[in-house]
Structures are given as structure tokens and as C-alpha cells.
């Protein structure tokens, strides 16, 4: 059952896609939305610290792209594990949707997650490239 706020959220974040990412059509499941979100807070806290502006540029871009709330209330309280998971997760042989049609901005949004602090710490680039590397994402790309 939608509502006009449901709606609005779902246009709004079909025009972000669009615009930010010239992605059109992408499905964006619970579990999609929730590694790709996920993903960008273990890359902001590579250098040991989520910093409250890290989470909550994340969680904009969650509610800027149309997630649903419980995405955004796994957002709040989670707590980073490190990048193993993530490389597991977006390995490009994974097959994850995400590391095969969002692979540049994964890595574009990495860097503005990590830099959400008004700092870009050595150890988040290093996660940066890591998943870069992961990902089969060449430096000419």
C-alpha cells in the first residue's frame, strides 16, 4: 500500500538516480540499498572513526535516493566491521548487482562519505582503492 509521501519519496529518488548517477531502471532492493549504504560507512571508518557527519551524509544519500526506513534505521546504529566483508561482498566475480552496475559510484561515493568530515584520512583512500581493486576498477576508468 503506497502513499503520496511513499510515491514522493520513490519519484524523488528515481530523479537522483537520474541526475547524480544517470542510472535508470536499477532495482533497488532492501538488501541492495543496505550493502551499498553499509559499504560507504566501513569506507568513512577505515581510519578508525565513523564521525557523526560520515553517518549522516550516508544517511542522506539513503533518504536522497528513495531507501526505505528500515535501511535508514540500520544506518543509525550500525557499527562498522571493517572492509572484509565489503571486499567479499563487491569482489566483481561476487556477481552482487551493485559491484557489476555500480561500481564508479561506489567509489565516487566513497570518497564523499570519507570526506563528509571536512577530512580524507590516508586510511580511507587505501579502503577507497582497495575496493576499487575489488571491484576490477582500473585507474583509466
Known sequence: MSNDSTDQTIQGGIWTLKQEYDIDNIINTHELLSDYMTALIEVAAADGVLSEAER?????????IGSPKTVIDELQTYQPK????????????????????????????????????????????????????????????
Open 56 to 64: 549522516r551524509w550516508v544517511i542522506g544519500l539513503a533518504c536522497a
Open 82 to 141: 571493517g572492509m572484509t566483508g565489503v571486499l567479499k561482498t563487491f569482489h566483481a566475480e561476487s556477481g552482487h548487482s551493485n559491484g557489476i552496475h555500480r561500481q564508479l559510484s561506489l567509489i565516487y561515493d566513497g570518497f564523499r562519505a570519507a570526506g563528509a568530515d571536512g577530512e580524507l584520512h590516508p586510511k580511507e583512500v587505501e579502503a577507497i582503492n582497495e575496493l576499487a581493486k575489488a571491484l576490477q576498477v582500473n585507474e583509466a576508468k
